[in-house]
């Protein structure tokens, strides 16, 4: 069973840093698909930032160029940088992981965490 716990959250201002974590507890493969996800109230949820085994990454239009993801595979955490941060990007963030490979921001992850909110202030 694979479990996922994000920190990392907080309130900032309009231009602040943020990173958030995820650790994964449990088994874990060298092929794997990492992702974050974000929601806020009366929206869909929609996928931020993606990594693989390989170090690929994806990123939602909105993000790219302020967020950056990474992992560390021996550890297994799951980090995202946020800098740059603007009130649109205040929402609760999810972390997601899969056993397979290639699922990038497709919502389809077979584990998520419990999420962390970022609030960010103008």
């Known amino acids: 069973q694979v479990r996922l716990m994000e920190s990392g959250g907080g309130s900032v201002q309009t231009g602040g840093s943020l990173r958030l974590s995820c650790t994964i507890f449990?088994?874990?493969?060298?092929?794997?698909?990492g992702a974050w996800f974000r929601q806020s109230p009366g929206k869909e949820r929609e996928g931020v930032a993606y990594?693989?085994?390989?170090?690929?990454?994806v990123y939602a239009d909105s993000v790219k160029g302020r967020f950056t993801i990474s992992a560390d595979n021996y550890k297994k955490i799951l980090y995202l940088q946020m800098n740059s941060l603007k009130p649109e990007d205040t929402a609760m963030y999810y972390c997601?992981?899969?056993?397979?490979?290639?699922?990038?921001?497709?919502?389809?992850?077979?584990?998520w965490g419990q999420g962390t909110q970022v609030t960010v202030s103008s």
């Open positions: 449990g088994y874990a493969r060298i092929t794997f698909s």
């Open positions: 997601a992981y899969d056993l397979r490979g290639g699922l990038q921001l497709r919502g389809d992850y077979s584990y």
């Open positions: 990594i693989d085994n390989y170090g690929g990454s």
